[in-house]
């Protein structure tokens, strides 16, 4: 029943998504170019692996509000490492540094029993104080082709970060749906104690979990850094919200135990869409943040309707 379920938000989100692509079309010609397309899956790319990173958290019965923080800090971090003209290294070096970030956050929740809101509300202002202390408050230029390449380039012409973005998809796709992972993790959202009794090691794997969604946030944080040319202390303010809400109207429910990797990649595109749309016609970056918390208001109500 819970498949037929995920696959039918799913497809809801997906005729969504299509709808205001016919929309936009039809009050701007030029919303519907390749051009335009290739630049929605760019910018929606970022937001995609952090929804992804969100969906995974939430059906596991938890929350993550650092994320956006994640992606900036993780990365300020490695730039105290003299390597970013080793592009490799510094990816290595990023990766290790965000999943020792979401290990904490995994700790803190697992081992002291804090809650998740708590814990990863502490870390959104810790890891961007990080970011900030570290960069003295201002973006670093001068990256190296390597890194430059991960943001702005493109293999056939199509962008790498939507590249990226698609194999992170099917990644955690495969995780959560092929894997003892994925099934314990399921399981634990939908009842931690059952879920116990029945031998699922609960501590590692909300560890784990954790862990995962700085390493997608660490990922999201090395696409906004090409894309920009910069180390930015400032980037992922508010991506969170987005995030959650991509996830939310891909189909995760917030109590845990239902989430879509699908959804959630179909959710950012929904997003995506819906600010390219916005900025074709010239509506205020401001009027776009409020749209956003329509949708995701919008989202939480078939969310519940969808449970009842």
Request: no cysteine.
């Given at each position: 029943m819970f498949a037929k379920l995920k696959n039918a938000t799913a497809l809801q989100t997906f005729f969504v998504l299509i709808v205001m692509v016919l929309?936009?079309?039809c009050l701007n010609p030029f919303f519907f170019s390749v051009q335009n397309l290739l630049n929605i899956l760019l910018a929606s790319s970022v937001i995609g692996v952090l929804s992804i990173g969100a969906a995974l958290v939430i059906g596991?019965?938890?929350i993550d509000l650092s994320s956006g923080s994640m992606m900036a800090c993780s990365i300020a971090l490695a730039s105290v490492v003299p390597c970013q003209e080793h592009a490799v290294l510094f990816l290595l070096i990023s990766a290790v540094l965000g999943m020792l970030l979401g290990a904490v956050n995994g700790l803190l929740i697992a081992r002291i029993k804090l809650p998740p809101f708590i814990v990863t509300l502490s870390m959104l202002s810790i890891a961007r104080g990080l970011a900030l202390v570290i960069t003295d408050g201002r973006p670093i230029y001068g990256l190296s082709p390597g890194l430059r390449f991960i943001g702005q380039g493109e293999i056939a012409?199509?962008?790498f970060p939507v590249i990226i973005f698609v194999l992170v998809a099917i990644a955690a796709h495969t995780l959560l749906r092929f894997t003892a992972f994925g099934t314990h993790l399921l399981a634990i959202g939908d009842n931690t104690r059952a879920a116990q009794n029945a031998g699922v090691a609960v501590t590692r794997h909300t560890i784990l979990l954790y862990t995962l969604s700085a390493l997608l946030a660490t990922i999201a944080g090395i696409l906004f850094m090409g894309r920009v040319n910069a180390i930015d202390p400032s980037a992922g303010q508010m991506y969170e919200l987005a995030a959650i809400t991509a996830a939310i109207i891909g189909g995760s429910q917030l109590n845990g135990?239902?989430?879509?990797?699908?959804?959630a990649a179909l959710g950012a595109l929904v997003i995506g869409t819906l600010q390219n749309g916005l900025n074709i016609m010239a509506v205020a970056s401001y009027y776009q943040q409020l749209a956003i918390g329509v949708v995701l208001i919008l989202a939480m109500i078939l969310n519940r309707r969808g449970r009842a």
């Open positions: 929309v936009f079309a596991g019965g938890g012409g199509i962008p135990g239902r989430t879509s990797v699908v959804g």
